[in-house]
């Protein structure tokens, strides 16, 4: 775009690319097609592997994260929620921080992930791979996917998924299956897979269906956003513990990014491709705040669900 004004979008009708935050109260950004400027390159894998960073090991916010882990299996097993998503933010400080060749080396962990770099003068830079997408759409055909539970991989052994994570994967599937039930039709829920992300291993079911025809890009964005794979089980009641309990804001992280081209005026030009907000990290000057989370259930073990956020900040540490 050729000014800094910040631009939002106003039902998800318009063409560009949004940048949605977690909380579906607050604004998406857009950069609308209009203001945008195309460009196309071959990416060169060379890469300069020398750089290094201080890692900032605080065992404090290890305290802090298991505290509310252990609350909100307390508060699981007293019946208010079924699953919860908790994350934290963890700071790196960089030195020599050069973005391309971190940008290189997220295209070449994260071969199957939607690796991006976004800038906004008055918002900030931010840089992720997710595995996960939100929605795809093409005319009324739509493909989303249930994608949790979380594994190291480990080339020598064979996959084991434990019941803790095939049900915190089903709770996904099953409230996707149940939130589209009045907006879609003709819905198809694929067999459950293991998918690699990085260094790690993670279930996945593909539903894809046929959008009803009175139904818009907005009310599928509102069923879907936020699923339980990035905020829990009754979804108001995890949002509002995420909101009370997490100690920062997560602002853009586990929100959504990606093309809406969703405007049945324009006929050519009908495909949505958006993709949530994960295993993502904020540059400010010298500093990396990573973000990284994790499904509880009642069947979770706080100290479990932190190594759980350990590894994920792993993978992504060994980007900087
Ligand atoms: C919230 C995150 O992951 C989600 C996606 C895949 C697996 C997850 C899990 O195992 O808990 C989470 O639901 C994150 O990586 O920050």
């Known amino acids: 775009m050729n000014d800094d004004a910040l631009h939002y979008s106003k039902n998800y009708s318009e063409s560009g690319f949004v940048f949605a935050p977690f909380n579906s109260e607050e604004k998406a950004i857009l950069f609308p097609d209009e203001k945008a400027e195309f460009f196309q390159e071959k990416i060169d894998f060379k890469f300069n592997n020398s750089l290094n960073e201080i890692f900032i090991s605080d065992n404090s916010s290890k305290e802090n ?40 080396k997220l295209l070449s962990t994260y071969k199957n992930a939607f690796v991006y770099v976004w ?95 009175n139904s818009s890009l907005k009310e599928l964005i509102s069923a879907l956003h936020p699923t339980p794979a990035v905020c829990g089980l009754p979804r108001n009641t995890a949002k509002e513990f995420i909101l009370e309990n997490e100690n920062y804001k997560r602002s853009f992280y586990t929100g959504f990014l990606g093309e809406i081209n969703f405007n049945p005026s324009q006929k050519d030009k009908k495909e949505t491709h958006l993709f949530v907000n994960l295993r993502c990290m904020k540059i400010d000057k010298n500093t990396a705040s990573i973000y990284i989370g994790g499904g509880i259930t009642k069947d979770s073990i706080a100290n479990k669900e932190w190594e759980e956020t350990f590894s994920k900040s792993k993978t992504m540490k060994r980007v900087l």
């Open 119 to 213: 800038y906004h003068p008055k918002v900030g830079l931010w840089l992720g791979a997710t595995p996960e997408t939100l929605l795809e759409v093409e005319e009324e055909v739509f493909k989303t996917m249930s994608l949790a539970g979380t594994q190291v991989a480990n080339s020598n052994e064979n996959i084991v998924w434990k019941s803790k994570e095939l049900e915190e994967q089903q709770l996904v599937t099953d409230f996707i299956e149940h939130q589209l039930e009045n907006i879609a039709n003709s819905l198809q829920i694929n067999k459950t897979e293991t998918i690699k992300a990085g260094t790690l291993l993670h279930l996945r079911t593909k539903v894809s269906g046929n959008l009803n025809k």
């Open 65 to 104: 994260h298991i505290k509310i882990i252990e609350k909100a299996i307390d508060s699981i097993k007293m019946g208010a929620m079924q699953k919860v998503v908790i994350s934290r933010e963890e700071l790196v400080f960089l030195e020599n921080f050069d973005l391309v060749a971190v940008y290189k």
